[in-house]
Every structure is written in structure tokens, then in C-alpha cells.
């Protein structure tokens, strides 16, 4: 009988179109592994609900892997230091003759990769990496001067015009290689994480496995996908396809997202309504992973740009404090942080407009925003959420100009022009009508219970484009 063949999960807890899985079950029998990595996930800010997501879907992927006859193992290493020998003693065990895994591009994590390659080399296994997470693998987009891209725009083009349709089309599930294997109370326990019982958001509103993320696609596409350029800004609406916490821990590929998005809009590559500008947000996400592919120095905290490297912010805990309490009297970020503590996400534009309160309004360091968010997400991917703070703070690539600043209350009325985001997330302004509710301190009758803002707007942008300038002028 073959030597066994190692898969070696991790963002990416599916069956169906898993590189890794696929090449290893054509070569031989497949066993499985899962690391868990506590200690360094608490290191890197991972939430409870991320880590509650996390542990559906590791019981989900279980129950599929076992329904394919593939044995699972979870093993504890709990930084990524401990995974070379974790894995090397397991897999020698197993009597193995290959491990096979998907790349990750985060520095921790490609350094981590190297060294269990490394180590597997060294003791005579075969090693064998995928390109899973990305549909253009990073490196493969060069500039006309032979460098990797930092602004999307041309990255888009590029990807778009590079995009091979048959490399990229989704692989099938392995077919089953012996009778269905039951999890067992070992493994049961095994997949338990510690820190997962602490998370507050129900479990109802993001239900793990792949069934639950196809379904949400074929919705999706089915219902909102047409409509998405004119309705993916308006929160109150259900306008977008709430599929990035899936995406993020590989539940769902973008090969697979892809296929579904053109077999239903086959001019989405062309066109410029609503499919095609929800394909630009998954070209975003691999644009993202890309820059942290490419560039070190954002794994490791910095700023992208060195001009704004030692831009000095604002020390204002108190602030920062109403700022995640959403009692900053601001009714469109107080209703997107309240959200983001019910359920572990929330809507992107949204996202944009709390997060250029907390750096330009506030000029509070948009690391704090950054790691505040990777502890409340469901869906906190590093790539995209530094992307996405960067961009606001105008720290980034491709990012907003520091002169640019989101006005909540304009962006309230022009999004939620009703009111009803805000009066579901801020219930203190459900009484007020569709005009003052954006403003409440400007009308009489405003609720005694809700705080004042805490910054003037108009006084507190002048403030940001100043300290920006002056510092961007040396």
C-alpha cells in the first residue's frame, strides 16, 4: 500500500477545489492535520469570534474529511516555532512519504512554511506547496518596471488581462478512500478552543461549513449580485454578500466564487454593473494579499508609506474607549461599532467611515483601530483588514489622501437616508425622525441619553489636514 500522503490544513477548511487535498489524493491514501497555534493566534490579536468561526468550521471540515473515509488529526503547536517538529514527529509516525500544503503570505506565516519545508527536506519527505488562497499567485503581476504593484488600478488591468479562465476553474472533491470515519470524543475535544467560549456573537449568524458559504454565494447571485454597484454602500440594505468570513478562512475559494460569479453573469469581466464591480472586490482582496506578499514591513506593523512611518497621533483613551463603546455621538459610527460587537462584522462602507473617524477626526493611531477590529471580526484576515486601515488612515497603498475625510453625518444621510441602520443599532434615536436622527444634537427633543459628539467635525477634519500636511512636508 502507499506511503500515506499529509495534507496539511489551515485557512483553508474545505474539500472541494483544496489544491493541496486534490494533488495529495491523486498520488496515495490522505491523512490530515490541523495545528492549533493559541498562543500565536493571541499574539497576532485573533478574537473570540474569529476563534468561535474557526472552530465551527474545523468541525464542519472534520465531518467532511471523515465522510470521505480521510483521518484527521489536530495537533497542538502552539506558536508557529513549535510547527516544524510537531509535524515532522506526527508525520514520521504516520509513516508518510509527502506533505502538501497551500501557501500563506503573511511574514510570520511564510516563515513558519519555510522552516517546516525546511525540516520535512532535511528528514527525506517529499514537499510539495499550492497556490490556493489567490487565483494570481503573488509575483506573478509585475509592473512595466519589473516591480510588484502598489496601486489597484493597475493591478486590476493586469490581473484581468493575465486571468487564465481553465487554470482557474474549481477541482471537485477527491473521491473516498475507505468508509465513513466517525470524529470520536478525542477528536471532538481536540478541536475545542480555548479562547472560542468567550465570544458573544450567536452562532446563528454565521454558521460554518462549505453548505452554508454556497449558499450564501448562490443568494447572492441570485438576488442582490445584479444590484450590488447601486445597493452595496446602503447598510440597511442587504446589498452585499456577507461571504468575506468564509473567504477568509478558505471555506470558500475565489476560484470557486469566480466560476459561480461568470457561469451567472458570463460578461462580468466586461461589463461595469453589478457583478463586475463585486468581482473588483475580490481582485481588492487578492490585491491585499499581494502588497503583504511583496512587502515585509507591513507584517511587521509599519506603515506602507515612509512618509507617514513616524506620523505622531493623538494619546486619547478616552476617546478611544467611546470609540469602541459606540458612544462617540456620531450616529453613523456609533451604529457600525455596535454592530461590529453584536455580530462580529460589519457593512464596508461602514467600516471606511468609522475608521477615518477614529484616524482623521480623532488622529488616534490606526493600529489601535486595526487590531480593535482583528478582535472583533468573524472575518479578521490580516491582509485585508491592514489593507482596509491603511487605505483610511492614508498610511497605505493606494490609499485615501490624508485630505480626504469621510463626514459620518453626510455619509449617514446619503446611505441611510431613513434612518432605519441607524435605529436599528442605535435604539436611544429611534424616536427621531429621518432628518434630525443624523444630527440629533442640533434638534430639540434629541435623547437625553445619548452623548454629544466628541469632536466637531468640520473643526476636527482641519485639524487631521493640517497635521497630515505638516508632517508629509517634513
Given at each position: 500500500?502507499?506511503?500515506?500522503?499529509?495534507?496539511w490544513f489551515r485557512n483553508d477548511l474545505r474539500v472541494a477545489d483544496h489544491r493541496a487535498l486534490a494533488a495529495a489524493a491523486a498520488a496515495g491514501p490522505?491523512?490530515?492535520?490541523?495545528?492549533?497555534?493559541?498562543?500565536?493566534?493571541?499574539?497576532?490579536?485573533v478574537g473570540a469570534n474569529r476563534l468561535a468561526f474557526?472552530?465551527?468550521?474545523?468541525?464542519?471540515?472534520?465531518?467532511?474529511?471523515?465522510a470521505l473515509g480521510i483521518p484527521f488529526t489536530v495537533l497542538e503547536a502552539p506558536r508557529f516555532r513549535d510547527a516544524p517538529g510537531t509535524l515532522l514527529s506526527w508525520a514520521q509516525a504516520q509513516g508518510a512519504s509527502a506533505l502538501h500544503f497551500n501557501d500563506e503570505y503573511p511574514l510570520n506565516e511564510r516563515r513558519r512554511d519555510d522552516a517546516v519545508a525546511r525540516a520535512f527536506g532535511e528528514a527525506g519527505f517529499a514537499v510539495h506547496r499550492y497556490t490556493d488562497s489567490v487565483i494570481a499567485a503573488p509575483g506573478t503581476l509585475k509592473t512595466g518596471q519589473g516591480g510588484p504593484y502598489t496601486v489597484f488600478t493597475p493591478f486590476k488591468r493586469r490581473w484581468l488581462a493575465t486571468l487564465d479562465l481553465s487554470s482557474a476553474a474549481p477541482l471537485a472533491p477527491p473521491e473516498p478512500q475507505g468508509p465513513v470515519r466517525p470524529l470520536g470524543p478525542a477528536l471532538e475535544e481536540a478541536m475545542t478552543l480555548a479562547g472560542a467560549a468567550a465570544s458573544a456573537v450567536p452562532a446563528k449568524l454565521w454558521p460554518g461549513g462549505e453548505g452554508e458559504a454556497h449558499r450564501r454565494l448562490t443568494e447572492f447571485l441570485a438576488e442582490a449580485a445584479l444590484r450590488?454597484?447601486?445597493?452595496?454602500?446602503?447598510?440597511?440594505?442587504?446589498?452585499?454578500?456577507t461571504l468575506s468570513?468564509?473567504?477568509?478562512?478558505?471555506?470558500?475559494?475565489?476560484r470557486q466564487v469566480l466560476s459561480a460569479l461568470l457561469a451567472a453573469f458570463p460578461d462580468a469581466l466586461e461589463g461595469s454593473g453589478g457583478p463586475s464591480i463585486w468581482l473588483s472586490e475580490l481582485i481588492w482582496r487578492e490585491f491585499y494579499r499581494h502588497v503583504v506578499a511583496a512587502f515585509d514591513?507591513?507584517?511587521?506593523?509599519?506603515?506602507?508609506?515612509?512618509?507617514?512611518?513616524?506620523?505622531?497621533?493623538?494619546?486619547?483613551?478616552?476617546?478611544?474607549?467611546?470609540?469602541?463603546?459606540g458612544r462617540t455621538g456620531l450616529p453613523l459610527v456609533d451604529a457600525g461599532m455596535r454592530e461590529l460587537a453584536a455580530t462580529g462584522w460589519m457593512h464596508n462602507r461602514v467600516r471606511m467611515a468609522v475608521a477615518m473617524f477614529l484616524t482623521k477626526n480623532l488622529l488616534i493611531d490606526w493600529h489601535l483601530g486595526e487590531a480593535h477590529f482583528m478582535d472583533q471580526l468573524v472575518d479578521g484576515d490580516f491582509a485585508a483588514n491592514n489593507g482596509g486601515w491603511q487605505w483610511s488612515a492614508a498610511t497605505g497603498t493606494d490609499a485615501a489622501p490624508y485630505f480626504r475625510v469621510f463626514n459620518p453625518v453626510t455619509q449617514s444621510q446619503r446611505f441611510d437616508p431613513e434612518g432605519h441602520y441607524l435605529r436599528r443599532w442605535v435604539p436611544e434615536l429611534a424616536g427621531l425622525d429621518a432628518r434630525s436622527i443624523h444630527e440629533p444634537w442640533r434638534y430639540a427633543?434629541?435623547?437625553?441619553?445619548?452623548?454629544k459628539p466628541l469632536v466637531d467635525l468640520k473643526a476636527s477634519r482641519e485639524r487631521a489636514i493640517a497635521h497630515f500636511k505638516a508632517h508629509a512636508a517634513g
Open positions: 500500500m502507499p506511503a500515506p500522503q499529509l495534507v490522505v491523512h490530515a492535520v490541523f495545528l492549533k497555534a493559541e498562543a500565536q493566534w493571541a499574539a497576532h490579536g474557526l472552530e465551527r468550521n474545523l468541525r464542519a471540515l472534520a465531518a467532511a474529511l471523515g450590488y454597484d447601486s445597493q452595496r454602500d446602503f447598510p440597511a440594505v442587504t446589498g452585499t454578500s468570513p468564509y473567504l477568509s478562512l478558505g471555506v470558500l475559494s475565489p514591513h507591513v507584517s511587521k506593523g509599519e506603515a506602507f508609506r515612509p512618509a507617514f512611518a513616524d506620523l505622531p497621533w493623538r494619546q486619547d483613551p478616552e476617546g478611544l474607549a467611546a470609540w469602541k463603546a427633543g434629541g435623547p437625553k441619553a445619548y452623548p
